[in-house]
Nanobody, 121 residues
């Protein structure tokens, strides 16, 4: 399976974007999917995660109340709805999968180049 992140772009502060993480190759609904981001010169950090069933979600404190993670098992896709965006949300966003409901970067496997989100002030 491969996961492909898409949906990034340039948006003004206060705006919204929806990122998609599409799985190909097999059904990945048994795996948790997480979104992480990496700004220039910084380490990759946890943003949000969703369990394989979709019943459990997890968020970084910095995005709680602004971002929503969801999954559509029929489409093998996980979404990250990002509202009230701030300049500090600017980063490359990556999605990965894990056998565990985890917020730990090291328990995820990532594919691809991620998708750039740029928030202007």
């Amino acid at each position: 399976v491969q996961l492909q992140a898409s949906g990034g772009g340039l948006v003004q502060a206060g705006g919204s974007l929806r990122l998609s993480c599409a799985a190909s190759g097999r059904t990945s609904s048994v795996y948790a999917v997480g979104w992480f981001r990496q700004a220039p010169g910084k380490v990759r950090e946890f943003v949000a995660a969703i369990s394989g069933s979709g019943g459990m979600t997890y968020y970084a404190d910095s995005v709680k109340g602004r971002f929503t993670i969801s999954r559509d098992s029929a489409k093998n896709t996980v979404y990250l709805q990002m509202n009230s965006l701030k300049p500090e949300d600017t980063a490359v966003y990556y999605c990965g999968e894990s056998l565990y409901d985890s917020i730990d970067l090291h328990e995820y496997h990532f594919w691809g180049q991620g998708t750039q989100v740029t928030v202007s002030s």
